[in-house]
């Protein structure tokens, strides 16, 4: 199966979330399934910077006039050295600050040419601007790719050629939103701006144009396929999944063991295991150390790794950060993002210097640290589709504490008595995102702490989790299957004259 998976993040070259870490480990798992993958990619500098090989592939020319180059190279950071396509148009994107926003976080104003390019490009890839190798399957992420399904879907219109199309939601909630104007660049037909192709109450939605025109749609959790299709979770896009959810399927993201493994984990202080758990204490007083805190082999430690905004429920942190105190825990938070909640941590560390530490900024070598160096990892999102950082809390034995909520509810078991008998605990997890819940899951995680021998076992237990890429690319490769098998009256835009 030939797969293009098209993306504006990529771990380790490019990285803002969960996002790049799915992209980055996607390529090789399904590689050892036989797909032949390759990226597509514009040409941030990050990524730029990140292929070698460079060859120039042709040219595209965009709806608005521009001429962009495409080449084509190699990205030796990933494993297996995958090839990809880059979009090669430095007045778009060679800037300084982020890929999607200026250093102040204002969003580039041409956004809508800047990712809307993906698609676009996609699609001509689909019909051969590489003489060489035509995809079977374009794999679009969240709503920078959202193009792709709907150009694709209108070129087999048109031609009737090209690829299928597969749509990964990672988050509902970053949408893709543009004035009405800036469906003009995209090259469209005008009948796509309707309700029932990208319009969305008057604006162009990107995300809209992924979940209409996809031949499948995949998201990043069971849980989450569930919750997106109610009124509360679905973004004002409910309508619409439950519309397609007979080509919706949620997919569990792994982890990928070559980059969070404690037992070869090069960025942390001492190596550990099952085996081996008493060297976490290491961890544990090297990140003491290293954050400023208390030497205090004795305290439960607990650790946030976050994006620091309201979907990641941190205000209970925050609340609930006088018993965590009074209990005689300690806090590491490693964030950024918003200002107000990054004051509030700087405030509770100034005021407990021994107890709570905050590093600002975006650090991944820390970041294994704080795994490695935790008790418990604090997941306690408001929402969540898939959520990486309680799949590392397992995966180096810091167990999650998490809201029981998309993927959270997926990959954590509370350690209830019924769970800790059987063995099948990993973690706290409350039922009611509010103080209360919090609190409670809170207590459970003081309480498990002060029985040594439980603690050690629940350890063992999340350290022998496994939510690996294989299982994850395998569930994929079904959908890819599916997406391309002849039409069976349920694969439903790309089989009609008129999207649905
Ligand atoms: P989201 O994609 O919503 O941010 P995920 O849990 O899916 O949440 O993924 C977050 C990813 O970003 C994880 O790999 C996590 O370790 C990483 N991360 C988040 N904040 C930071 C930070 N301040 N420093 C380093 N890594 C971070």
Redesign the pocket.
């Known amino acids: 199966m030939r797969v293009l998976q098209v993306s504006a993040e990529l771990f380790p070259l490019l990285?803002t979330?969960?996002?790049a870490?799915v992209t980055g480990a996607l390529p090789a798992a399904l590689a050892q399934l036989g797909c032949d993958v390759r990226l597509l990619l514009p040409g941030l500098p990050a990524l730029r910077d990140g292929l070698v090989d460079v060859q120039p592939v042709g040219d595209y020319l965009a709806p608005w006039g521009e001429r962009v180059g495409l080449l084509r190279g190699r990205l030796p950071a990933l494993s297996g050295e995958p090839l990809a396509y880059l979009i090669d148009a430095p007045a778009l994107y060679q800037r300084a600050g982020g890929p999607y926003a200026d250093a102040q976080g204002r969003a580039w104003d041409d956004n809508q040419r800047r990712f809307g390019l993906l698609g676009m490009v996609a699609a001509a890839l689909a019909v051969g601007l590489d003489s060489q190798w035509l995809p079977q399957i374009v794999h679009a992420h969240d709503w920078h790719a959202a193009l792709a399904p709907a150009c694709l879907f209108y070129q087999r219109l048109r031609s009737g050629q090209g690829a299928r199309s597969v749509f990964t939601v990672?988050?509902l909630a970053y949408q893709g939103l543009f004035p009405a104007a800036a469906f003009g660049d995209l090259g469209l037909p005008a009948l796509a701006f309707q309700m029932r192709g990208v319009e969305f109450h008057g604006q162009l939605s990107f995300m809209k144009a992924g979940l209409q025109f996809a031949d499948r749609i995949t998201t990043v959790s069971p849980s989450y396929a569930r919750e997106m299709l109610t009124v509360e979770q679905g973004c004002g896009l409910d309508g619409l999944l439950r519309k397609r959810q007979s080509v919706l399927t949620g997919i569990l993201n792994g982890v990928d063991t070559a980059v969070w493994n404690p037992a070869r984990d090069p960025l942390i202080a001492r190596p550990y295991d099952a085996g081996r758990l008493g060297a976490k204490a290491v961890n544990k007083a090297a990140l003491q150390a290293e954050m400023g805190l208390a030497a205090r082999p004795e305290a439960l430690l607990f650790g946030v790794?976050?994006?620091l905004t309201e979907?990641k429920g941190l205000q209970l942190v925050l609340e609930g950060l006088p018993q965590l105190l009074a209990r005689g825990g300690q806090l590491v938070v490693?964030?950024?993002g918003d200002p107000a909640l990054q004051q509030a941590f700087g405030n509770a560390a100034q005021a407990h210097p021994e107890a709570v530490a905050l590093h600002a900024?975006?650090?991944?070598p820390?970041?294994h640290r704080v795994f490695a160096g935790s008790d418990v990892t604090l997941v306690p999102s408001r929402f969540e589709p898939?959520?990486?950082?309680q799949l590392?809390g397992l995966a180096y034995a810091s167990l999650p504490l998490v809201h029981r909520i998309g993927g959270l509810a997926d990959s954590v078991v509370d350690c209830a008595l019924e769970n800790l008998a059987d063995d099948s605990a990993t973690g706290f997890v409350f039922e009611h995102f509010g103080a209360a819940d919090y609190d409670a899951a809170l207590r459970r995680a003081f309480a498990l702490h002060a029985q040594p021998t439980a603690w050690r076992r629940v350890q063992r237990t999340a350290l022998r989790q496994r939510f690996d890429w294989a299982a994850t690319a395998r569930q994929l490769l079904e959908v890819y299957r599916a997406a391309t098998a002849p039409f069976d009256g349920q694969t439903a835009p790309g089989a009609r004259a008129n999207p649905a």
């Open positions: 990285k979330g969960g996002l870490d990672h988050n790794v976050s994006r979907q490693l964030g950024s900024g975006y650090d991944e820390r970041s898939c959520g990486l950082t590392y």
